[in-house]
Every structure is written in structure tokens, then in C-alpha cells.
């Protein structure tokens, strides 16, 4: 049973291109979330999913940042026009009830960095 | 909205002791408190939760409180090992708001 599975491990971009970061969770969870954890700090909430739904978007960047859930295939978050200050770690979590409540398995991360 | 701090932010004991993290919160609406291990490279595990019906929970080694008056809670590590050697997060939310908070994350370094 494959936990959280997100790719790829490792994205290096130079400003100005796009960032697409992938995220297929666990079979049988059906709720996704995105989180970002900058250098030294703690995980940032940026969306949260279900499938062909954006339910909360609350922490996503008003510009050039979209998620997507498509109903097949994995989560995707999109960043276009990518600056330095997007460097980070992105992490994808999944659970199989929508709640923030427990449940959430993390993946391992992709660390972004743009150059 | 809600804010999670966390301190310290690192700690350094020797193997064997034991390790306090604390963090506190402000929604008073909050009923969930995990706490989470992150090591290097790697995504946050989950290694112990409370909700807001209970004061205490242990599971081996680890243990967390909650004061639920004060709106804070802790982490406690006893007979600590090196596998132990990790940043870990405090984390608050809502039953149904579906995200969680988090503390800004403490670097635990078990010396042997």
C-alpha cells in the first residue's frame, strides 16, 4: 500500500518558467492538500481538494499559483512565471475523510529551487 | 484566523534525558493538536495527536498535555535515543476546517 506519492523529488527552474509539482495520494483517499514549507519554518496551508472541487484556496497566492484534481490522474500545482522567492519545499497530503481533524498522511516533498 | 507558536526552537538534551516542546495557540475553537516528526529530506509523520476532550495522551515514550484554559500544550520525550535527532512540528486546527497550523518547527538534537 504506497503512501503519498509525490513528484518530482527535486525541480530546479530558472525564473520566468513554470513549476508543475505532482501529488497522487494514497489509494482511497480522495481529499488532497497542498502545503509549503520555506527554509527554517514551518508548513504554510496553501489548497485543499477533492476530486474536479477546489474547496479551500485560502492560502494559495492571489497570482500565478493554480491546483488542480483532476478525476484521473494525480494533483497538480501549477506555479507559472516562477521567482526566487518560490524556492521551497512543497509537501501533498491526502486523507480519506475531509478533515483536517487526523488522518493526514504527508508526502515526501518536492524542494523547489529557482535560479 | 488561528496562530500556533512553538518554542524553543532547538533543543539539545543527552541521550537518556528528556525533551519538552510547548507550544500554544489562540483559536480557542480548536479541538485538534497533533504533533508531527520530520527528518531530513522527508515529509512530516505523524507520531502523536489530542484532542480537545482529553488532557493527556502517552503512547511509549511519548506523551502530550493540553491545557485546554491556558491554550497551550507540550510534547514530552522521555529516555530519549538518537533516532530521536529531528525537527518537529506543533500543529492546530478545527475538526472540519479541513487545514492545519502550524508551529514554526523544533530542532531536537539527542547527544550521545
Known amino acids: 500500500n504506497a503512501g503519498v506519492m509525490q513528484n518530482p523529488r527535486h525541480l530546479v527552474r530558472r525564473r520566468g518558467q513554470e513549476a508543475r509539482l505532482r501529488c497522487s495520494p494514497m489509494?482511497?483517499?480522495?481529499?488532497v492538500y497542498w502545503y509549503r514549507q520555506l527554509p527554517e519554518e514551518g508548513l504554510k496551508f496553501m489548497v485543499y481538494?477533492?476530486?474536479?472541487?477546489?474547496?479551500?484556496e485560502s492560502g494559495m497566492p492571489k497570482e500565478r499559483f493554480s491546483a488542480e484534481f483532476p478525476k484521473e490522474g494525480p494533483s497538480i500545482l501549477r506555479i507559472q512565471q516562477v521567482v526566487r522567492g518560490d524556492s521551497a519545499a512543497y509537501f501533498c497530503?491526502?486523507?480519506?475523510?475531509?478533515?483536517?481533524?487526523?488522518?493526514?498522511?504527508f508526502g515526501s516533498g518536492t524542494r523547489l529551487t529557482v535560479v | 484566523g488561528e496562530n500556533v507558536e512553538q518554542h524553543p526552537s532547538t533543543l539539545s538534551v543527552q541521550e537518556g534525558d528528556s525533551a519538552v516542546i510547548k507550544c500554544t495557540y489562540s483559536d480557542s475553537a480548536s479541538n485538534y493538536f497533533p504533533w508531527y516528526k520530520q527528518e531530513l529530506g522527508k515529509g512530516p509523520q505523524l507520531i502523536i495527536d489530542?484532542?480537545?476532550?482529553?488532557g493527556e495522551k502517552k503512547d511509549q515514550r511519548i506523551a502530550v498535555t493540553l491545557n485546554k484554559t491556558a491554550k497551550h500544550f507540550s510534547l514530552h520525550i522521555t529516555e530519549t535515543q538518537p533516532e530521536d535527532s529531528a525537527v518537529y512540528f506543533c500543529a492546530a486546527s478545527i475538526e472540519g476546517a479541513q487545514k492545519l497550523v502550524f508551529g514554526q518547527g523544533t530542532r531536537l538534537t539527542i547527544n550521545p
Open positions: 489530542i484532542r480537545s476532550n482529553v
Open positions: 497530503a491526502s486523507s480519506p475523510t475531509g478533515t483536517g481533524g487526523g488522518g493526514y498522511t
Open positions: 481538494l477533492q476530486k474536479e472541487n477546489i474547496i479551500d
Open positions: 489509494k482511497g483517499h480522495s481529499h
